[in-house]
């Protein structure tokens, strides 16, 4: 498809679900003007790029987070390291989600270079009769430029999640994948029974690296207790799922990994390098699967 042509077809699709943004300014309707921009009724407006995605942040944030880091990310999400945890994503959703087969929204908030929500929803059209709408929706353009280069039927917008651009409960689904969270607008823009699924990583997660990075420092041990009672004091914990499982990573994914891990940056020059020349190495994925729903007092 030609970047023209995808321009056009995603300015039609975010003309078909307008009514599901908002303004992030001022918070009024906004609708698709001249298949070209998102125009809020006092004016505030939000191109639509060549390649089809909206940016809806008035300021760019200061990140670290550059192209190369979600080149890495794409390549590794790509690649089937994360099939197992795709597949509990996808089994926590069909077992809740209400049966008479309705149209399904899903945002996937800080949803990077998009391969995971791709993924989640190729699943489900397979595995169910759901019709659904995609939304990817991160702070970062490197990222969401990414995800819109690849042909699909997804929304992507860049957008700040402290500040989302969309109106109140419009979505059945929230995922929440190994990135940072906003309740208060995670609980905005849920519908009543409507779900919340946040990956976390658990203790051993990629635990082969930190032992290499980390020996005999305390940053070896990592626990995710304190993010989890935080959503626990948020949403109610209806499942949690532990997703563990060993990779075998040949050389050229290990500098992947080592690329788009935080762990590695506080590491020495030496300790990377050492890491880098492996041919292959075991490595440990390990994840927690929350599956949360609105607590009485907040619906
Ligand atoms: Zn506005």
Not at 45 to 67: A, F, M, W
Not at 163 to 180: A, R
Not at 258 to 263: A, C, D, I, K, S
Request: charged fraction near 25%; glycine fraction near 6%.
């Amino acid at each position: 498809m030609s970047k023209n042509n995808r321009k056009i077809t995603s300015a039609r699709l975010l003309s078909e679900y307008e009514d599901l943004f908002r303004c992030p300014i001022c918070s009024n309707p906004v609708e698709v003007v001249n298949l070209r921009s998102l125009i809020c009724s006092n004016g505030h407006c939000y191109d639509i790029s060549r390649q089809g995605y909206v940016n809806l942040l008035s300021h760019p944030p200061k990140t670290k987070y550059d192209e190369k880091l979600f080149e890495s990310r794409r390549m590794l999400n790509q690649s089937g390291f994360f099939d197992p945890l795709i597949a509990q994503i996808c089994e926590n959703m069909l077992d809740e989600l209400n049966p008479a087969g309705k149209f399904i929204k899903i945002l996937d908030a800080g949803c990077g270079e998009g391969s995971h929500l791709s993924n989640i929803q190729q699943r489900i059209i397979q595995q169910s009769q759901y019709k659904l709408l995609g939304i990817g929706v991160d702070i970062s353009k490197e990222g969401i430029h990414m995800a819109s280069r690849s042909p699909s039927t997804t929304l992507w917008c860049v957008a700040d999640l402290a500040k989302c651009p969309f109106t109140d409960k419009p979505f059945n689904v929230i995922l929440n994948i190994l990135s940072p969270s906003n309740y208060s607008e995670f609980h905005r823009m849920l519908e009543d029974d409507g779900m919340v699924i946040k990956v976390i990583p658990g203790s051993k997660y990629l635990q082969e690296l930190r032992r290499m990075f980390y020996n005999q420092t305390d940053r070896t041990m990592y626990t995710n207790e304190n993010t989890l009672e935080l959503f626990k004091r948020n949403f109610a914990l209806v499942d949690i799922k532990p997703v563990q499982y060993g990779v075998t990573m040949e050389n050229k994914y290990i500098e992947q990994l080592v690329h788009m891990t935080p762990l590695s940056w506080g590491a020495s020059e030496e300790l990377i390098q050492q890491v880098l020349g492996q041919d292959r190495l075991e490595i440990t994925f390990d994840f927690s699967v929350l599956l949360g729903k609105k607590m009485k007092a907040h619906t």
